[in-house]
């Protein structure tokens, strides 16, 4: 059942202040494990294999053609079971994503989307599930991986900073506010995701 993996997924993430994202190099297209910082799997955010390789075809058209598919990332938990699903809707430069609990259809988030050629490449806001009203906004340059999610009050939600010299498939993110991390984590691996389109 979702609503057990979920559970699953916060219990492994209580009181954790650091995640890392690697990415999976043996799968095809878009997938990241979330580990600790002993390495152990708390989740993962993927697409299916499915989805990995007809968008690995189509991009194959050009990155525009690539963007405009309409897809679903899963959230795991460290057993392979799903928890959630973010729905991506079709649009290139403007995009939009619905952060869904499967088993009710609850839409649980939204996130926009929007892409540009100044420094950073990409805008994003996380907002509630019934407005458009901002939940965690992005702040810095999400291309080179070097940016902060920011909650609506001005707060410091999570932290990403991917040094130079550190593993090219593995990245932290530094989590601030313990009850808006998971949030933060999807948030992040699927600008992470999009920002390779």
């Known amino acids: 059942m979702a609503q057990n993996a979920l559970n699953s997924i916060m219990a492994e993430l209580n009181g954790k ?11 095809l297209g878009k997938h990241y494990n979330v580990m600790d910082k002993d390495k152990n799997t708390i989740c993962s955010v993927h697409l299916s294999w499915g989805q990995n390789l007809g968008g690995e075809a189509i991009s194959q058209y050009g990155k525009w053609l690539g963007r405009s598919m309409k897809y679903t990332y899963r959230i ?32 649980i988030g939204k996130i926009l989307l929007k892409r540009s050629f100044l420094v950073g490449g990409i805008k994003a806001i996380w907002t509630k599930s019934d407005s458009d009203d901002p939940v965690m906004t992005v702040k810095g340059n999400v291309m080179r991986r070097k940016y902060l999610i920011i909650g609506s ?22 989590i601030h506010d313990k009850k808006m991390g998971l949030q933060a984590i999807i948030f992040a691996a699927v600008l992470d995701f999009e920002k390779e389109m």
């Open 17 to 27: 202040e650091e995640v890392l994202m690697k990415k999976k190099i043996v799968a």
């Open 76 to 107: 795991n938990d460290n057993q392979d079971n799903l928890a959630l699903e973010v729905k991506k809707y079709a649009g290139s430069w403007k995009t939009s994503f619905e952060v869904v609990e499967p088993e009710a259809g609850t839409v």
């Open 153 to 174: 009050d001005g707060t410091e939600i999570a932290k990403i900073r991917h040094k130079i010299v550190a593993v090219r498939d593995v990245w932290p993110i530094k």
